[in-house]
Nanobody, 115 residues
């Protein structure tokens, strides 16, 4: 099983940017789908973005502000987050899937956006 470790979270003011990284302990080339999810306090985990066979997809709430990418050579998936809003405050998780279901998950990284 591949271990996923997120990094890059932190505290940022509204309008700022952060780049999250998710490093895998092994090759990610076997994963056809890599994604980011988030969970805010008191809320359910929600989908943020995914990249499937090179094609990105985004939740409407982040479309135009976030960009997901993957670097197979570095076994890393990224989430570039721009124009951050207080509503983006959450723990962000990366996940990986060889099929349709995300079976491998990271431990999460906290993102806090102050107003």
């Amino acid at each position: 099983q591949v271990q996923l470790v997120e990094s890059g979270g932190g505290l940022v003011q509204a309008g700022g940017s952060l780049r999250l990284s998710c490093a895998a302990s092994g090759s990610i080339s076997s994963f056809n789908r890599l994604g980011w999810f988030r969970q805010a306090p008191g809320k359910q985990r929600e989908y943020v973005a995914a990249i499937t066979s090179g094609t990105p997809d985004y939740a409407d709430s982040v479309k135009g502000r976030f960009t997901i990418s993957r670097d197979n050579a570095k076994n890393t998936v990224y989430l570039q987050m721009n124009s951050l809003k207080p509503d983006d405050t959450a723990v962000y998780y990366c996940a990986a899937a060889r099929g349709l279901i995300f079976n491998d998950w990271g431990q999460g990284t906290q993102v806090t956006v102050s107003s």
